[in-house]
């Protein structure tokens, strides 16, 4: 019987079709897509024994250890996660690495055990990966950009999400792009990071032609780069510089970097270890940014954000946290974007506060 396969990768990745990565999961950590579940059909160890038998002793032999290893109550365990992701979703379609082997045992697997005829992706993820490559070179070069910039804490991704037309970076990445940056969970591999942006731009393509709205970031989001063709293409775009009050801006980095923050690591970890992993995790901030800062300046950020973390742990107070953070904005962060926008003068586009700024975008949308 002829296995049905997948070859309309648009269509697949438009409409956001559930994907079965059957792959080990050290192939799906290094990179997947973001609508996959992983249900491999050897897991880490096995694919490693495998690929050493096949490098000694050739396909057979590597084909004889791969049915013994996965047989019997093992066999029948992975089939049941199989069938059940098809059960769950009908449209769905599962890959492997290459649309081979594996990905074959497991659609014949899901056949004889409920009769779902269930496709597989041509030529697999390796297939999936270079055409979103490619679109995301052509989004490139289709797509016209904004750049939204600003200081540190003027609310710039509050203001991306406002919009009808952005992605926001940052949440891609799950980095804040500073030395504060890091979040609670750990961020998405590079392939992960670049698959998702492609999705993204290849939906904005197929819905409007307005300009798309973007932070202004550098090319590092952390641990995670923005593809060098994009980055290029996004310093060259307009500048559209979101003002804000300095008492906002408090507020704002008060309720991201402390309270927001707090919440995410509590969330995932438990309200103890959580609140210590985030103290930890400001601490460790802080500690990265010693040598701009100096010896003596970091010394004394450092013991005034000890005093702010003990303050807000025995009774919710931010205040020390509010100076702290005054501290760093206007003596340490702002004079280090004004050299850097002294630098893009001739690109800023339009400057002004959120309700301008939104105007603005509207109206250069509607032309």
Known sequence: MELPQIEDFRRLLLEDTPLLDVRAPIEFEKGSLPLAENHPIINDEERHLIGTRYKEMGQDDAMALAYDLVSGETRQNRIDEWQ?????????????????????????????????????????????????LDELEISTASISYLRIGGRTGVGKTLFLNTLPHSIDLEGMARHRGSAFGPRAIPQPSQADFENELSIALLKYRSTSQVPLAIEDESRNIGAVMIPEHLFKKLRQSPLLLLETPREERV?????????????????????????????????????????????????????????????????????????????????????????????????????????????????????
């Open 84 to 132: 059940h992701f098809a059960t769950r979703h009908p449209d769905g379609v599962l890959f492997c690495w290459r649309g081979g082997m594996r990905s074959k045992l497991a659609q014949q697997a899901i056949y004889e055990e409920s009769g779902i005829l269930y496709p597989r992706i041509k030529g697999g993820y390796k297939a999936l990966r270079q055409f979103l």
């Open 251 to 367: 507020e704002i980095s008060f309720q991201e970097y402390v309270v927001d923050t707090l919440k995410e690591y509590q969330h995932y970890y438990g309200e103890e270890r959580g609140y210590s992993l985030w103290s930890e995790y400001l601490l460790g901030s802080i500690d990265k940014i010693k040598r701009r800062l100096g010896g003596e300046r970091h010394a004394a950020f450092r013991t005034m954000l000890e005093q702010a973390i003990d303050a807000y742990q025995a009774n919710t107070d931010g205040a020390l946290f509010k100076e702290l953070i005054a501290e760093l904005l206007f003596n340490y962060y702002d004079p280090m974007y004004d050299y850097q926008i002294s630098k893009n003068e001739e690109l800023i586009a339009f400057r002004g506060d959120a309700a301008e700024l939104s105007a603005y975008i509207k109206e250069l949308s509607a032309k």
